[in-house]
């Protein structure tokens, strides 16, 4: 099994930062072949993918996020970042970290995820 812990939510003002963790653990979970990502959910609306790290090691985002937000992950600690910048009130939403074996990328249906955790951005 993998377990996925999320930290790193809070509030946040228009145009400030966030950075979001997401700490991996479990016997089946591999830094280094696993693909992991993260998704958002705001109320009313679906869950997006909006970055996702491959077991490659290739990133890819949604335009929503591009350019503003950068997907990394330290295998040394199994640990998953998100660096949120130039945030907007739009980006309000639950954040979830996912995880999976290989083959996995980006529109894979994750098996793994954490229990989300909240982001506020206020105008």
Request: with cysteine.
């Amino acid at each position: 099994q993998v377990q996925l812990v999320e930290s790193g939510g809070g509030s946040a003002q228009a145009g400030g930062s966030l950075r979001l963790s997401c700490a991996a653990s479990g016997s089946r979970y591999s830094s280094t072949n696993d693909c992991m990502g993260w998704f958002r959910q705001a109320p009313g609306k679906e869950r997006e993918e909006i970055a996702v790290i491959d077991n490659y090691g290739g990133t890819t985002y949604a335009d929503s996020v591009k350019g503003r937000f950068a997907i990394s992950k330290d295998v040394s600690k199994n640990t998953l970042y998100l660096q949120m910048n130039s945030l907007k009130p739009e980006d309000s939403a639950t954040y979830y970290c996912a995880a999976d074996h290989p083959p996995c990328g980006w529109r894979w249906s994750f098996e793994y995820w954490g229990q989300g955790i909240l982001v506020t951005v206020s105008s």
